[in-house]
């Protein structure tokens, strides 16, 4: 619990102002890959060699096999999720706390220990309170530690803000930037959860690797580009009493004690439809609004539908589509026994029921890990807050180099595009200040 509350956002607390979202974003040393789950064509294969990012030795664990196992039972298509393990087998189940093996190559154990034996020197614990600048050019940054209150002033003609989606936007906006774009066009793939239950098989969703497998069966809506990839959850006690639905003391205390016999599938959606921001009140307290599309919202539910026919095609007698008004779906193990739970009249009226109800904020109970989007970059200052290169339209020297530069959500897990257009726009920088080594 206190690696969660120490290395997230807010303590892993933060969510929309309507509390319609729940968002799950990286506060520590190497960002959100020091916490995220082990998952420009020269950046993106300079990042996969440097973060050993393979699908070879990735074992499954009992999880992630349920969802092979049954979306080749329905005939979907499922693939073995590629991992920053260096092509070890590695099996830390609590690594969104951190890995306390180092094996999984987030940027504190590569880019941020590169630029260590090279000279380059961090200071934890510190606030950025503004970037300084005169006459549209950078001059640096001025700071508070957090422990001692003091003061910290930094000069430098280059300054790049890699605070990610959420406090990128603030700091531009505390430093006088006015850009229309900062805080805005936020993207967070808005992820649904099913839970099944498996009376006879130990699931242990604590144990073995992280989203090790996924299914593409839901990516492309007619033909936009745009949908849901199912995959699998990190599940500890804590996240799985949080998203378990509440029908009752007695109810609920029987979903947790089926812990270990259950997992969870989620539909991770790329935001088509759906838009946010990010804000700061007159306190200094992160606020973020955000509307779930149309679009959206229908791909959602389609995915909590597929999941629920993984589930009972891979031997589950009890699905929860998790949805306000809707009962857990339940088969008798003679039922599942018999087979053609997926195609069974109860299980028809249930997807009907799924459909009627829908995918509707505040009602549904939505999370997400992935934040984006909010100082977009564009190739004008009427579309966008950084440029191509990722400088800021208002202020020379000063670059933006994290998630909140994306112009549009991704297709995935945005760890690789991030580190990708970070080293994109690290490669423009040592341009634009003439330096020669290669990073």
Not at 354 to 372: D, E
Request: charged share 20%; aromatic share 6%; glycine share 10%.
């Amino acid at each position: 619990m206190d690696s969660l509350f120490n290395n997230m956002e807010a303590n892993g607390l933060l969510q929309s102002d309507d509390a319609a979202i729940s968002i799950l974003t990286g506060s520590a040393f190497g960002g959100g890959t020091a916490i995220n789950w082990a998952s420009f064509t020269d950046s993106l294969d300079t990042i996969c060699e440097r973060n050993g990012i393979t699908d070879k030795n990735v074992s499954q664990n009992v999880p992630n096999q349920i969802l092979l196992d049954g979306c080749k039972k329905l005939g979907y298509p499922a693939a073995v999720l590629p991992q920053n393990a260096a092509g070890k087998d590695h099996r830390c189940a609590f690594c969104s706390m951190g890995c306390p093996y180092a094996e999984k190559q987030g940027t504190h154990v590569t880019w941020l220990k590169d630029a260590a034996e090279c000279g380059a020197q961090f200071i934890h614990q510190c606030k950025v309170d503004r970037v300084t600048h005169e006459k549209g050019k950078v001059t640096g940054i001025v700071g508070t530690m957090f422990t001692s209150g003091v003061k910290l002033v930094i000069k430098a003609k280059t300054v790049v803000s890699s605070c990610g989606t959420m406090n990128s936007p603030l700091l531009l906006t505390r430093s006088g930037l006015k850009n229309q774009h900062i805080g805005r066009n936020l993207k967070l793939h808005p992820v649904s959860v099913v839970q099944g239950y498996f009376p006879d098989r130990a699931v242990n969703p604590f144990e073995g690797g992280i989203m090790t497998s996924i299914s593409d069966v839901l990516a492309d809506r007619e033909g936009t580009g745009y949908g849901v990839r199912i995959e699998v959850p990190s599940m500890h006690p804590g996240l799985f009493s949080f998203i378990a639905q509440y029908r009752g003391a007695a109810s609920f205390k029987k979903t947790i004690l089926q812990y270990k016999n259950r997992t969870s599938l989620i539909g991770l959606c790329r935001d088509f439809d759906s838009t946010g921001r990010v804000y700061q009140d007159a306190q200094g307290h992160t606020h973020v609004d955000f509307s779930l599309g149309s679009f959206d919202s229908v791909s959602l539910e389609k995915s909590i539908v597929t999941n629920v026919k993984i589930l009972l095609a891979a031997g589950a007698t009890e699905v929860d589509a998790v949805l306000p008004g809707l009962d857990p779906l339940v088969f008798s193990e003679m039922e599942v026994l018999q087979g053609n739970t997926v195609t069974s009249t109860k299980a028809e009226q249930y997807y009907k029921k799924i459909q009627k109800i829908g995918v509707v904020a505040r009602k549904a109970k939505l999370v997400c890990a992935h934040p984006m989007g909010t100082c977009r970059m564009g190739h004008s200052p009427k579309v966008g807050v950084v440029n191509p290169r990722g400088e800021t339209w208002e202020v020379k020297g000063l670059y933006v180099a994290d998630a909140s530069v994306f112009p549009t959500a991704s297709g995935v897990n945005p760890m690789v595009t991030v580190l990708s257009i970070a080293h994109s726009i690290a490669q423009f920088i040592k341009s634009d200040v003439g330096a020669s080594s290669k990073l």
